[in-house]
Each structure stands twice: as C-alpha cells, then as structure tokens.
C-alpha cells in the first residue's frame, strides 16, 4: 500500500484537491460522495488517499473520518482556501432555497441521457455570472437541454430576459411549462435529427450541460452556432469536465470545439458542481466560447452519450431483427421502404415503411408517428419503451395519434428485448397530422400564439392533447 505522501505526490501541483479530502476528514465525518463533491477530486484519488490513511481512518457505516486521536498530525496538510465571492453571494441569496425546491422535484436523472444533476447551488450560480456579464434583459437566450433547471433560476434573477428550452426529455419540458409558468419557450428536439427551423438564427446566447463526449460537445456546439443571430458576436456557453487523471478526454474535447471555429473567451475551472459524475470530481468547468466567423453551424452525429444504447460504444441491431421487422411491414402486399430515424424533414409518402427505434431513449416513438406519412409504419422499439409500458400508456399513446393511424402493439417481437410497433393509416386523416413538417401558423388558425411558428413535429408532447 502506498503511504499518504506517496500519493499525494503522483498528483503534483495538482494536489491541493486532495488536501481538501484531509481537512474534510480531519474536522468532520463524510460519505464517499460528500468526499469528491466537496474536494472536486476524482472518485479513484479520493479512494487513494482512503486506502493511504489505513488504520488512521474510521468507519461507521459509510461515513468516514480521521481518528479524533490522531487528527492534529494531519495539520501538516491543510492548505490556504480561496474564497469566492460568487460562491458568497450564492450561500446567502434568497433565491437558492427555491431553486433547491425546484431542483429537489426536477424528473429523475436518465442514464441513458447522462444527466447528472446539478446542485442547487450550480444552478443558481449559473444564472447569477450570466446577468452579471450579460444584459439578459436585451438578449435571447437558448438552452439546449435544462435537466438541471438553470432557465428557471435564470427567469428568477432577470423576469425580463427571453428564455427558450428545446430538450429531448418530455419530462422536463412538462416540468418547465408547470414552474415556469410558460413564460419560458419550450420545444422538442433531438439534436442529432437537428434544431427547430424556427429557432434557428435567433439567438444571443446558448446554454448547454452536453454529453461530455467529443461527438456529444461537437454535435451541441454546431447547434449553438446555428441558432445564433450573428455567430461572432454570440456566446456559447458550456459545462464540461474530465478527471486530471485522463487530460487527452479534455483534448479530444477542445480540439472537437476548435474545429468548429471556436474560441475559448474563458474557461473557468470546477465551476459547476454535481450530485454524481464522480469519475470527474463532481465537477466540471464552464466553457465560454465565441465563434469566429468561419464558425460551422452543420454537424452531424447518432452516438453521443456515455451510457445505454445510444452511447458511442454501442452495438448496432442484429440484421435478424430487422429482416423480421421488414417482413411485418410488407404483410398484406405491400411495397417496403426502409428509412433512418429522421422525423426531422418531410420525405415523399411510402407504403409501408420500416424504422429501427431500438436505441429509442422514449421520445422517438412518437415523433416518428408524428413525422412520417405511410399507409403502414413498422418500428422497431424497446420491449420496455415507456409507451409500451402498460395498457394506459399504449392507450395514451393511441389516442394522440388517432387521427392518423390506428396503432398495434406486438410485445416481445421478433425476440424478448424488442417489440414492434405497426401503424396502419386511418381513411380519414386529420390535416395537422399529416402536416406535421409544416409551420403550425399555416395549418391552423386555432394555435396558441407561442407555438404559432413550430412544427407539429417540435411541440412538447404535453401540449399535443390542448392542440390536437
């Protein structure tokens, strides 16, 4: 086993995290995660440090100190603490204990999406450093992706400012329209399919907590640039982290955001902290990035994520399960046509139309339905996707829909992990279904004013029942 000094040691200037693990240890108990969340050093460093102290450690249940004996020959490794007077103001605003009830209420993390939950505290810093750098009030702000809540914390500090969600999870955007008051804009979108039209070019600012991948910061920051008004004079603004043990992750990032056109105005370290992401310190640093004006606004990409079967380790489907999903969609005579998942543009019309959804995170499913126009649909999705789930979500689901195509649901086809879903088109079709590529404002006069200039296809599922 190492000794204490000899670990502290392997970290050189980058040390003073750990020493924050000692005097954490030494002046109080704390579990694990307390440890890495309160230090910002990585999960593997602070177990090192752990294992250094040996039988100077005390254990009770999973709270972890140094013996109260021995506490004093640790003094040695205490280290100066800078205050920061943002972290001040935070602590005392009357503002953090509403953004800690927001935050405490806020849809449960997805794996699949790596969320991974912001403190209140982040949060509320957040919004904090952005209406004192910018003048919120004459600015249009976009979040792409807001699990963590930070367009809340920001109508809270500046009512004034214009604020737009667009996120893939349905959740959050149902969660944003109940606190927020719809006084937030909200949308769909997968960011991989791509950005709304109609928000395109429009902003002053973008937010965004992306997937700490390459692919996942690339892919955000080309729709950050592309919803910009004028590129060079915007700011994208990112949280991103990587442990100091791995630093090529944080190259293969910033080279990715360089190739786009970007330049790094700033990068302030550990700002945003977290419940969770232990790898990285529970915490990561906030990127803010201008573009230049040679900045790419087009990019591409399907596996961004770290976890689940959208990650960029992720195996495809078996051809098998897909020569069987085509033989369900031709049934009857029907001619085949095979597509990618891209409800994003409006193709020509097919017969019968087959889709791989395997890697569906919830939100394809629908939009699928809503995007594609065929006199049969064949989609391949998760045996435990959420519409699937049970007879009230496979009604719900039918009944959003119905006015297009009659839905059946085959569970545990072609195999026990999977199931299909088949949509046979009704004879009477509702018009707003069937053009759901086109501005809303030009398919009906009965719109809300808010969602006048969306796509049916970019409309938060929870606002489809109102329209539809």
């Known amino acids: 086993m190492k000794s204490l000094d000899d670990v502290l040691a392997a970290h050189g200037v980058g040390v003073r995290p750990l020493y ?36 100077d450690l005390d254990r009770s249940g999973d709270r972890l100190r140094i013996a109260p004996g021995v506490a004093a020959s640790y003094l040695q490794y205490s280290a ?52 004192a750098h910018y003048d919120l009030a004459s600015a249009r702000l976009l979040f792409l992706g807001d699990h963590d809540l930070t367009s809340l914390a920001v109508r809270a500090v500046c009512p004034a400012a214009s604020l737009t969600v667009v996120d893939l999870d349905e959740r959050v955007l149902a969660y944003l329209d109940d ?43 080309a729709r950050g640039v592309q919803a910009l008004r004028e590129p060079s004079e915007g700011r994208l603004l990112f949280a991103y982290g990587y442990s100091p043990r791995h630093p090529a992750l944080g190259a293969q990032v910033q080279r990715s955001l360089a190739t786009l056109g970007l330049t790094f105005e700033a990068i302030l370290p550990g700002f945003n902290r977290y419940f969770g992401a232990q ?24 596996a961004i994520y770290t976890h689940g079967p959208q990650s960029v380790e992720a195996a495809g489907t ?3 399960l897909l020569e069987k999903l085509k033989e369900i969609a031709v049934a009857g005579g029907l001619s085949l046509e095979s597509r990618p998942v891209d409800w994003s543009i409006s193709g020509p019309e097919g017969d019968a139309v087959a889709m791989d959804l395997s890697a569906d995170p919830g939100p394809w499913l629908l939009r699928t339905l809503l995007g594609t126009n065929a006199r ?11 519409d699937l789930a049970d007879q009230a979500s496979q009604e719900a689901l039918a009944s959003l829909i119905r006015g297009k195509y009659a839905l059946r649901y085959l569970r545990s086809t072609p195999d026990n992990r999977h199931a299909v879903v088949v949509a046979d088109a009704v004879e009477q079709q509702d018009e707003v279904l069937t053009r759901a590529h086109a501005r809303l404002a030009n398919v009906s006069l009965d719109v809300p004013d808010d969602l006048v200039d969306l796509r049916l296809v970019d409309v938060p599922r929870h606002r489809l029942t109102e329209l539809l």
Not at 27 to 55: I, Q
Not at 86 to 112: F, I, M, Q, R, T
């Open 376 to 386: 049969r649909l064949a989609l391949l999705v998760p045996n435990a996707h959420p």
């Open 20 to 55: 924050r693990v000692i005097d954490l240890l030494r002046t109080g108990d704390h579990d694990l995660a307390e440890l890495v969340r309160l230090s910002t050093a990585p999960r593997r460093s602070v177990e090192d440090v752990l294992n250094a102290l040996g039988d």
């Open 279 to 302: 790898a990285i310190g529970s915490a990561a640093d906030l990127y803010v990035c201008q573009p230049t004006a040679k900045a790419k606004k087009v990019r591409s990409g399907k």
């Open 179 to 221: 606190r927020g008051g719809r006084e937030i804009a909200t949308a769909h979108t997968d960011l991989r399919v791509g950005l709304p039209p109609a928000l395109a070019g429009r902003f002053d600012l973008v937010f965004s907590d992306p997937p700490y991948t390459p692919e996942g910061m690339g892919l955000f920051a």
């Open 318 to 320: 078996k051809p098998a």
């Open 80 to 131: 100066p603490r800078y205050a920061d007077p943002l972290d001040e103001a935070v602590a005392g605003h009357e503002l953090l204990p509403k953004v800690a009830e927001w935050v405490a209420e806020v849809p449960s993390p997805l794996a699949a999406l790596d969320h991974v939950q912001a403190t209140p505290e982040t949060v509320l810093r957040r919004a904090l450093w952005l209406d």
